[in-house]
């Protein structure tokens, strides 16, 4: 029988969802439940996919293709899971879906409302995933209160109504603010936002209180009679060092324990949670410190790079290091004039990660160039690759014009747009002509590895699958030359027409990938490539 977890947030935004869903989803695992997760975005974009990193982040992209928010992402690394395409919906994709079925004239007439029409579509995103699982887990973006999350909260409560206490739960994530002057955490926010979400028809069972410091006794015990909850399903959330301590500390406070009480489970296991201990432990005592410059034009705003933060991190679990990251703004340097190197000088490695568009690109050429020419281990992420094969057509096989037609028509384009692929067995087509949305080579692409090659050596395999999400294609045809001077293809799709991979052999660690590795990483199963980056950052750190 599959339960159903409901997690809503209220008071503030950015509290955590997504991680607390993520904790809690690792922690029934532990006790040994099969979980799933998935979220339902308020916001009217079909996908996350054309909005803006600064908007709302990462685009966290699944083996299947699809654009999703990045708390798929968070899911994805505490659970071990893989999310796909339909754990993730939106506002957008919600009324899509209505609205082509009332072109198709399938309401038979009937005057197409919020309730029942797109409640019902709502709820029968939920519902498919009965029988998946043993508790699927559904966050509900945005703050209860918001206009536009009404429908979703509308549809969990009808969907709770009708699966019934032992089958449905709901949990709210709060706040507590500190305020200095009267030296307390203030529970009246939390109080309200209790209040409004029983305005809609839910009640809350669990509340999950996020603090900067531990709760009094007392205070909880307030919470509990204002907000019509049971004393010990009042849970404090406070901040811990690193996030994959979340799990733990839940569990101290009784998340999972009060979650199986809440649906009347009296013989599960104690959970197994040895491997966040054995993480906790590492990332707490770590041997040794890397810096590792992300040179990239999203930079105030860290969420653009989420999981490539969390792979380093995972790769410095692997090798007892703990990983700094110097954020470097690459649109900086794009002036003839600016040097980006006292920005490098000193930094034990260098990485250059997805990016889109002109701006902030001849800065990161010259970040390539760096790292080539000083010999510091260099990993080009999609855009981050593409930018190295350009440094190394400009400045060792001398096609000084050397771009990319995603920058417009001028130069030699040794990046360019493919107008056709090959997945499966059926062929998608791309034109410049095609709306933004969903037109990038999107999801898991296989690749061959050249025997004898670094990155064959890395993963400990000749094939390989890796997600990917771009427009833009490294040109084969430059093959040849780059090859005869060090800058070595090699990984390449089965068909042998799109470069995967590219390495140099003269430079200790020089590798660029077409695709997103630090999407798959977790931190119980690090990523080779990023395992091996930040080991190649060690010992360049020995070296200086
Ligand atoms: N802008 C590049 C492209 O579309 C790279 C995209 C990326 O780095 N994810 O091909």
Known sequence: MTRFIFITGGVVSSLGKGLASAALGALLQARGYKVRLCKLDPYLNVDPGTMSPFQHGEVFVTDDGAETDLDLGHYERFTGNSACKNDNTTTGRIYTNVLARERRGDYLGATVQVIPHVTDEIKSFIREKDGSADFVLVEIGGTVGDIESLPFLESIRQFGNEMGRARALFIHVTLLPY??????????????????????????????????????????????????????????????????????????????????????????????????????????????????????????????????????????????????????????????EKDIVHQLDGVHAILVPGGFGERGAEGKIKAAKFARERKIPYFGICFGLQMA????????????????????????????????????????????????????????????????????????????????RHRY????????????????????????????????NDHPWFIGVQYHPELKSKPFDPHPLFVSFVKAAIEQGRLV
């Open 389 to 468: 094969v350009v440094e190394a057509a400009r400045h060792t096989i001398g096609i000084k014009d050397a771009t990319s037609t995603e920058f417009g028509e001028k130069g030699t384009h040794i990046i360019g747009l493919m107008t056709e692929w090959v997945k499966g067995n059926a062929k998608e087509e791309r034109t410049a002509a095609n709306d933004m949305g969903g037109t990038m080579r999107l999801g898991a692409y296989p690749a061959l590895l050249r025997s004898g090659s670094k990155v064959a050596e890395i993963y400990g395999s000749a094939s390989i699958s890796e997600r990917h």
């Open 179 to 336: 305020i200095p002057a009267a030296g307390e955490l203030k529970t009246k926010p939390t109080q309200h936002s209790v209040k409004e979400l029983m305005a809609v028809g839910i009640r809350p069972r669990i509340l999950l209180c996020r603090a900067d410091r531990q709760i009094d006794k007392e205070e909880l015990r307030k919470i509990a009679l204002f907000c019509n909850i049971d004393d010990e399903k009042v849970i404090p959330a406070l901040d811990v060092k690193t996030i994959y301590e979340v799990p733990l500390s839940y569990h101290k406070e009784g998340l999972d324990t009060q979650v199986l009480d809440a649906f009347g489970i009296k013989d599960a296991k104690a959970p197994d949670l040895s491997k966040w201990e054995e993480i906790v432990r590492r990332i707490k005592n770590p041997e040794s410190e890397v810096t590792i410059a992300v040179v990239g034009k999203y930079t105030n705003l860290t969420d653009s790079y989420k999981s490539l933060n969390e792979a380093l991190v995972h790769g410095g679990i692997a090798n007892n290091a703990k990983v700094n990251i110097k954020f470097v703004e690459s649109t900086l340097f794009d002036s003839a």
């Open 473 to 504: 294609e490294v040109n084969v045809a430059y093959k040849e030359k780059l090859e005869e001077k060090g800058f070595i293809f090699s990984g390449m799709s089965p068909d042998g027409t799109l470069p995967e991979i590219c390495e140099r």
